[in-house]
């Protein structure tokens, strides 16, 4: 029985009085890392400047010692007089930064970085607990941390707090940190083996295979000719992160040249784009786990398109960053469901051009705009819609065909497995523009099918 260590992550809705505490809390571990900084510099200092007066290594000042249990008792020793209000927040904050400033020397001396920096005020706050009262709440909506006490959560801990319950979840860590325009607390779990790792799941038949084109506007479009469209209230939210956007660039935000410190009005703007990021992010990822769940229910064989291209084709602005954090979520999400159900999943290759390949007889286009949503094939005169068109060439890599239309593999197609991820790869790469004979296309494939 391995033990598996897992994250789990809660918004929480701390009152004013909270949120200064945490603000407090997130600014002592950098002060006493500064503080702890600025010693070891001195002191190094001091002895280059003997050195170079002739003093002999025996009389010099002695090397500080930078163990993280050596800055934190130098801390101990010097706190009361440069941080007189230290005891506001927990000891282990400031230990905490006397330990990030040891490991951060070490990495020095070990060559694997450079000298530390000043930590900055203007860093992601942030401050960990290993020590202390934190846990879960007196109920499913409340988290404990040190010195903050009891704090309201933004959704339920249940899932966390019945494997506490049952004994099957420590915690050993909490992590209290501001980011997407929210404060959050990040456990970290020891959880008693999760999955039992000897259960293999049951090989399917291949026979019902299906090609999925990810898109914007339309969530996807499956070979079947179904489109799937995004739910209402993820258009909702990103029409109003769109306006969110547009007031936070009208206030005073931050200037590096200038050094200009941001407008309050501009950092509350700036934390709501953050939050609405963030909504769009989970509503995106929900729909995504709807999809992937019923296709892996629906079909025993799903072909997918390259991240990549997928991003390159695509290329505006925030639809952008919208789909490429969609394309990672949906393959990551139907990777472990796929392996889970025993259903086989091929990522076609970067180079297959799926949406400039003619699904019904293996012409390729050269160019194909954008704005083109039709696919309109000169060679055999099909008229499909553009994601239709290319979620057919996907289904078509692995030979079998869902949907209306005659099959025929894109010219120079063959799929390989790939052992290592457990899914498989296939490689397309039609030749520029040309129509190919049968002779072609059957010469020029070599099929992996079951
Ligand atoms: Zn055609």
Known sequence: MGVVIRAYLFALDPTDGQEQQFRSHCGAGPFAYNWALAQVKANWNQRRAEESY??????????????????????????????????ENSKEAYASGCANLAAALKNRRDGRARMP??????????????????????????????????????????KLARRVEAETARII???????????????TVELADVV???????????????????????????????????????????????????????????DRRTGQEPSNRWRKAN????????????????????????????FDTIVIEDLHVAGMVRNRRLARRIADAGWGEFRRQLTYKADAAGVRLVVADRWFASSKT?????????KLALSERRYVCTA??????RDHNAALNLAALTGGGTGELPREQPAGTHVRPDFASGSETATGRPHSGQRHSRKDVAHGTELHVS
């Open 54 to 87: 002739g003093i002999p290594e025996p009389d010099r000042t002695p090397w500080i010692t930078t163990s993280a249990y050596c800055l934190r008792k130098a801390w101990n020793r010097a706190k009361d007089d440069v941080a007189p209000w230290w005891a």
């Open 117 to 158: 920096r000043f930590k900055s005020k203007r860093a992601r706050p942030s401050c960990r607990f290993t020590t202390g009262a934190f846990g879960l709440g007196r109920d499913r909506r409340h988290v404990r941390l040190p010195r903050s006490g009891e704090i309201r959560t933004h959704e339920s801990t249940r």
């Open 173 to 187: 860590s909490a992590t209290l940190s501001f980011q997407r325009g929210r404060w959050h607390v990040s456990f």
């Open 196 to 254: 039992s790792p000897d259960v293999t799941p049951a090989v399917r038949g291949r026979e019902r295979v299906v090609g999925v084109d990810l898109g914007i506007t339309a969530l996807a479009t499956l070979s079947t000719g179904e489109t799937i469209t995004n739910p209402r209230h993820l258009d909702k939210a990103q029409r109003e992160l769109r306006r969110a956007q547009r007031r936070a660039s009208r206030r005073r935000g931050p």
């Open 271 to 298: 934390d709501r784009v953050s939050r609405l990021h963030a909504r769009v992010g989970n509503q995106r990822r929900d729909a995504l786990h709807k999809l992937t769940t019923r296709l892996v229910g629906e």
């Open 358 to 366: 003619c699904s019904g007889c293996g012409a390729a286009k050269a």
């Open 380 to 385: 055999c005169g099909l008229i499909l819609d």
